[in-house]
T-cell receptor, first 114, second 113 residues
Framework: AAGVIQSPRHLIKEKRETATLKCYPI?????VYWYQQGPGQDPQFLIS???????DKGSIPDRFSAQQFSDYHSELNMSSLELGDSALYFC?????????????FGSGTQLSVL | AQSVTQLGSHVSVSEGALVLLRCNYS??????LFWYVQYPNQGLQLLLK??????LVKGINGFEAEFKKSETSFHLTKPSAHMSDAAEYFC???????????FGTGTKLQVIP
């Protein structure tokens, strides 16, 4: 069965650079969530989208933005990268058309800011 | 291999009854254990976590969990279910410092009036 696909798996950037992370949800899933997990930290919810509209917002810095496209994939754009942005970023997708919403997680993008 | 298993993808309890959601892990190193809750159309919310120290951990909304190393378990309980507890619950485990969290497949809790 198809799973949530994230790309790239690993990304190395320098301070003040920009980065774009991509998430491809499971087919027919219309909701995407982004999470950030810093070294030794719990995963923190960043933002979510439902039907291409932002549905919830967590601890996402102003330097970050995200969107969901017509094919339901989502991109997380990160600008003016800081050392503290080094973390594992993973997304999850779900079908929200019913109350039986179940999250499926991707394997994550490991971002290292040097 | 390190993994986490949640027994039962759906659990139904009557309002006021005991809630028990099961989680077992497999690990060769001491794990950090978590329970997350997700309400419809929302992100994950941390209920409680175990890192070190007391094995009985109390979380938000009256939930608690006990780390039992001998049973490699971290079951979530609540003495009396409330309608507002209806949600999906994820057990998660982290091994080491810079390791991603491994989530269980989730257990959807239904509370029957």
């Amino acid at each position: 069965a198809a799973g949530v696909i994230q790309s790239p798996r690993h990304l190395i950037k320098e301070k003040r650079e920009t980065a774009t992370l991509k998430c491809y949800p499971i087919p027919r899933h219309d909701t995407v969530y982004w999470y950030q997990q810093g070294p030794g930290q719990d995963p923190q919810f960043l933002i979510s989208f439902y039907e291409k509209m932002q549905s919830d917002k967590g601890s996402i810095p102003d330097r970050f933005s995200a969107q969901q496209f017509s094919d339901y994939h989502s991109e997380l754009n990160m600008s003016s990268l800081e050392l503290g942005d080094s973390a594992l970023y993973f997304c999850a997708s779900s079908v929200s058309e019913t109350t039986n919403e179940k999250l499926f997680f991707g394997s994550g993008t490991q971002l290292s800011v040097l | 291999a390190q993994s986490v298993t949640q027994l039962g993808s759906h659990v139904s309890v009557s309002e006021g009854a005991l809630v028990l959601l099961r989680c077992n892990y497999s690990s060769s190193v001491p794990p950090y254990l978590f329970w997350y809750v997700q309400y419809p159309n929302q992100g994950l919310q941390l209920l409680l976590k175990y890192t070190t120290g007391a094995t009985l951990v109390k979380g938000i909304n009256g939930f608690e969990a006990e780390f039992k190393k001998s049973e490699t378990s971290f079951h979530l309980t609540k003495p009396s279910a409330h309608m507002s507890d209806a949600a999906e619950y994820f057990c998660a485990v982290r091994f080491g410092g810079y390791q991603k969290v491994t989530f269980g497949t989730g257990t959807k809790l239904q509370v029957i009036p």
